[in-house]
């Protein structure tokens, strides 16, 4: 097209015309419709599960702020994990500030994760025990999140493929993330799966990932973002991940030019995906 | 007709465009990776505000709007992290079989979409938008905020920005040509 439509062609515009852009590729326009199917299937649940969900909060942060108001409880006995300073290495760059959306997204996760227990889940990570201080002096009793003595460590291996086949299906994915939490797989395993030739294979592993959480874990999955290797992959088992290093790198990722579209969009995918666990 | 459509309308909608937009982006950041980000942050916008879309415009148009400002947004924050914008080595076939001539060809043609991507941003939207995506300059001018004139002329100094950076390889195109 030349400038001026009424003059005649120019041989510009056939060198102009023969520009080759590379084509996106199928894995990515596959990408980019699941994250909008994500998006809109989720939409139809959310919102008065939503309402619902906010009504039961209140209720239930009066009720135990009325209890715990007349009734001091005891000190509880906690197993802490020992946090493990990360050094990030992925450059951080100034972009622009976060939304109010964002910014309540990400509050939300971090508010969510401060209320829960300091053991949520179990993990193979090392834990180290604080003595509590109450008059009445316990016995210190190494437990599991659930508050039961810690079973031995005779749980057979799980099948990987069994595992993440019922984690990538809707139905059964509670199950499946159940499994990971009993038996987790290792770790190796599941990184290799983030590059599965199926989209809903690599999901799986990366929420398995998060699952299973723990810094070394983070720390490789960070890697793999600065590498850009499986990067929406790696991306999405850090925004599930409850660990205080994978969120302080998602939060940073957000201010980055680089990464922070990534970044935005995985931490919304997520925060849906977390609230279809709950309901 | 000013009324929002169903939101069943407007997912099939934005299925049905996402090849389009994920092309529009690639010319615009000339850069794979990047094009799908700026079509995610673009997604979210619109799965946000699909109440705006009340069917006055074509639906292409009002998703390119919003990917031209994901892209403008894109582009700040490389401005802000000292980086320019430009096609990737990995984004290049690299063929080390067929005919020379083939060969040079394609790197041309490569060539020339490395630097329609490089121009200045607004350069580069309004020859994208009217050269490639075949928009009408009125539709243009309402995209990008402008008047036809200045359209015209931001077209004019892009041709002939291109025209200057491909000096070299226009003559003896015009030598076949003729």
Redesign the interface.
């Known amino acids: 097209?030349n400038?001026?439509p009424d003059q005649p062609r120019d041989?510009?515009d056939?060198?102009?015309?023969?520009?080759?852009?590379?084509?996106?590729?199928r894995e990515?326009?596959k990408?980019?419709?699941s994250?909008?199917r994500s998006?809109?299937v989720r939409?139809w649940r959310i919102a008065p599960a939503m309402m619902t969900a906010a009504a039961a909060i209140v209720i239930v942060a009066g009720v135990w702020m009325f209890l715990t108001s007349s009734h001091p409880p005891a000190a509880p006995l906690v197993a802490v994990i020992a946090p493990t300073p990360v050094s990030l290495d992925v450059p951080r760059?100034?972009?622009?500030a976060l939304t109010s959306?964002e910014r309540s997204i990400l509050s939300a996760q971090i508010l969510k994760e401060s209320r829960k227990p300091a053991t949520a889940k179990a993990t193979t990570e090392p834990v180290t025990q604080a003595r509590a201080t109450s008059s009445a002096n316990p016995p210190i009793v190494e437990k599991t999140p659930e508050n039961k003595p810690r079973q031995p460590l005779a749980a057979p291996a799980v099948d990987i493929q069994l595992c993440l086949e019922r984690i990538a299906n809707e139905s059964t994915r509670s199950e499946g993330l159940v499994m990971v939490d009993r038996s987790p797989p290792p770790t190796d395993a599941l990184i290799g799966r983030l590059a599965d030739p199926r989209t809903e294979i690599r999901l799986a592993a990366a929420l398995a990932l998060g699952r299973i959480d723990g810094p070394a874990t983070t720390r490789r999955l960070i890697q793999m973002v600065a590498d850009?290797q499986c990067r929406r992959e790696a991306f999405i088992a850090l925004a599930s991940s409850r660990s205080k290093e994978a969120q302080a790198f998602m939060q940073q990722a957000t201010q980055s030019?680089?990464l922070?579209?990534?970044a935005?969009?995985t931490l919304?995918m997520s925060e849906i995906q977390h609230n279809n666990e709950v309901q | 007709m000013s009324q929002v459509v169903d939101?069943t309308t407007f997912?099939r909608l934005?299925?049905e465009h996402?090849?389009a937009a994920?092309?529009f982006a690639?010319?615009l950041t000339?850069d794979?990776?990047s094009?799908?980000?700026?079509?995610?942050?673009a997604?979210?916008r619109a799965?946000?505000g699909w109440t705006g879309f009340r069917g006055q415009s074509k639906f292409k148009t009002w998703l390119f709007q919003i990917i031209l400002n994901?892209f403008r947004?894109?582009l700040?924050?490389?401005a802000?992290?000292r980086?320019t914008a430009g096609?990737p080595t990995e984004?290049?076939?690299s063929h080390e079989s067929g005919p020379r001539l083939e060969a040079q060809?394609?790197e041309?043609?490569?060539l020339?979409?490395a630097e329609?991507?490089k121009l200045p941003a607004r350069q580069r939207e309004v020859l994208v938008l009217?050269?490639?995506e075949q928009f009408p300059i009125a539709q243009v001018a309402q995209l990008l905020e402008m008047t036809e004139q200045n359209v015209?002329t931001t077209?004019?100094y892009a041709?002939e920005h291109?025209?200057e950076k491909?000096a070299r390889?226009?003559e003896p195109?015009?030598k076949r040509?003729e």
């Open positions: 097209m400038d001026r041989p510009f056939d060198l102009l015309a023969s520009a080759r852009w590379p084509e996106p590729s990515s326009i990408r980019l419709e994250s909008w998006l809109t939409r760059l100034r972009g622009r959306l850009n030019s680089r922070s579209g990534l935005r969009s919304a | 939101r997912d934005v299925l996402l090849p994920q092309t690639i010319r000339g794979v990776h094009a799908e980000d700026v079509v995610q942050d997604l979210l799965h946000r994901c947004d894109h700040s924050k490389l802000s992290a980086s096609l984004s290049l076939e060809s394609r041309l043609s490569e020339i979409a329609v991507s009217m050269t490639y015209r077209l004019h041709r291109l025209r491909l390889h226009l195109q015009s040509h």
